[in-house]
């Protein structure tokens, strides 16, 4: 059992708490879940796994597009990709 403030609930800091057992703060995010730190009494920040950060920000990766296509009710529909004539313009050489 974690030893918080009284007039905190479960995965809420104070600021100072939160300083001086950070190792903890850490190591709850990664397994309870989001911790949220106040200052002043007002919510100030969230400390979040790295995983769940990336997966909350959508990091793009074009993984989600794969498996939207890979999950399409028309695999056999081919999407050709559209070229643009583009304007060359000369070098002098």
Not at 43 to 61: K, T
Not at 78 to 93: H, K, N, Q, T, Y
Request: no cysteine; net charge positive; proline share 6%.
């Amino acid at each position: 059992m974690t030893r918080k403030s009284k007039s905190h609930a479960p995965g809420r800091w104070l600021l100072q708490d939160a300083k001086a057992r950070f190792s903890e703060v850490v190591r709850l995010a990664r397994i309870e879940g989001p911790q949220l730190v106040t200052v002043h009494g007002r919510d100030e920040v969230v400390i979040v796994a790295a995983d769940e950060f990336r997966r909350m920000s959508g990091e793009a990766s074009g993984a989600a597009l794969i498996v939207a296509m890979q999950a399409s009710p028309s695999p056999d529909i081919e999407i050709e990709p559209l070229r643009a004539a583009s304007p060359v313009r000369g070098v002098d050489l």
